[in-house]
């Protein structure tokens, strides 16, 4: 099967970096997504990766070990809108559909 | 820019009724998908189909049937919903395999009472 690990919450200040991280373990590995996630909102996509590495968009990175199983979403320069919840989400097995993780709620303070 | 839409944002029915929750896409996309979100839980699929009048069983279908008798419309249908139906649910999008991006609604906030 899947799982998908991540912390439940986190909190920093505006200004400041911080690391989302999110750990599976699957036997076929098909691509991982990050979505954002306001209170009330539906899900944004955030970044895609299929290749080990390090993806940057803008003040959003999220970087991938495919043979440590992990991944995580740096954001940095936080302000306050950066309050959401982020989701990892893997490709199933069978490559048709996504398993979400229970997702990251982030507080940011001033 | 892609839109998905839901037919409502808040229901409120009563335990044995049968409810209908529609998903329409404008983007011509050839897969959609029904998820449901609750607390401490997170996202899980109920439905997913890939063409019209095709369905695949996600995670929990249990309680729930779906239909795709247009390519832009993906139904979710409760036959007789339950009280553990209660929840947040979310419609997505995506135009071929889950290696594109999904593009969900705004959900359907639904209480069975």
């Known amino acids: 099967g899947q799982n998908i690990d991540q912390p439940t919450e986190m909190t920093a200040t505006e200004g400041a970096i911080v690391q989302i991280n999110c750990t599976y373990q699957t036997s076929g590995f098909n691509g991982l997504f990050w979505y954002q996630q306001h209170a009330g909102e539906a899900p944004t996509f955030l970044s895609y990766?299929?290749?080990?590495g390090l993806e940057e968009k803008g003040r959003f990175s999220s970087f991938l070990s495919r043979s440590k199983g992990y991944s995580y979403l740096l954001l940095k320069e936080l302000q306050m809108k950066d309050s959401a919840s982020y989701l990892c989400?893997?490709?199933?097995?069978?490559?048709?559909?996504?398993?979400f993780g229970k997702g990251t709620t982030l507080s940011v303070s001033s | 820019d892609v839109k998905v839409t839901q037919s409502s944002r808040y229901l409120v029915k009563r335990t044995g009724e049968k409810v209908f929750l529609e998903c329409v896409q404008d983007m011509d996309h050839e897969n959609m998908f029904w998820y449901r979100q609750d607390p401490g839980l997170g996202l899980r699929l109920i439905y997913f189909?890939?063409?019209?009048?095709?369905?695949e069983k996600g995670d929990i279908p249990e309680g729930y049937s779906v239909s795709r008798e247009k390519k832009e419309r993906f139904s979710l249908i409760l036959e007789s919903a339950s009280t553990n139906q209660t929840s947040m649910y979310l419609c997505?999008?995506?135009?071929?395999?889950?290696?594109?991006?999904?593009?969900f609604g705004p959900g359907t906030r639904l209480l069975v009472l």
């Open positions: 990766n299929v290749l080990d």
């Open positions: 989400a893997l490709i199933n097995q069978a490559g048709t559909a996504l398993i």
């Open positions: 997505a999008s995506s135009f071929e395999r889950p290696q594109e991006t999904q593009y």
């Open positions: 189909s890939y063409d019209v009048k095709m369905k």
